[in-house]
């Protein structure tokens, strides 16, 4: 199983970024897949999950309505698109699965970081004022 992200850069605030997060090893399709953003010295964030289903998704207050999370399942692919970004979104972006979220559609009601099971590499989003 390997989850592997991409798409982070140098913004400026205000400007967007698609995240792309490409599951392979797996059916992504019958997994939560999350996202999640790391500050150095700060906690992992969890910022936002989709189930199976694609309903019942999750967003943090910080990114509540300016972020999208999206999967494209024939592409065994998750996205994150970024709008109207802010200095404060600055981090290390992160993709997830927990093999225990198999075809459960209520799983991101429940999302936290310490219950994935398998993490992809970071990749770095910095937004300049």
């Known amino acids: 199983v390997q989850l592997q992200a991409s798409g982070g850069g140098l913004v400026q605030s205000g400007d967007s970024l698609r995240l792309s997060c490409v599951v392979s090893g797996f059916t992504a399709d019958y997994y939560a897949i999350g996202w999640f953003r790391q500050v150095p010295g700060k906690v992992r964030e969890e910022i936002s999950c989709?189930?199976?289903?694609?309903?019942?998704?999750y967003y943090s207050e910080s990114v509540k309505g300016r972020f999208t999370i999206s999967r494209d399942n024939a592409k065994n692919t998750v996205y994150l698109q970024m709008n109207n970004l802010k200095r404060e979104d600055t981090a290390v972006y992160y993709c997830a699965t927990d093999v225990g979220s198999y075809n459960r559609a209520d799983y991101c009601s429940g999302f936290t970081y310490y219950r994935m099971t398998h993490w992809g590499k970071g990749t770095l989003v910095t937004v300049s004022s």
């Open positions: 989709i189930p199976t289903s694609g309903a019942n998704t």
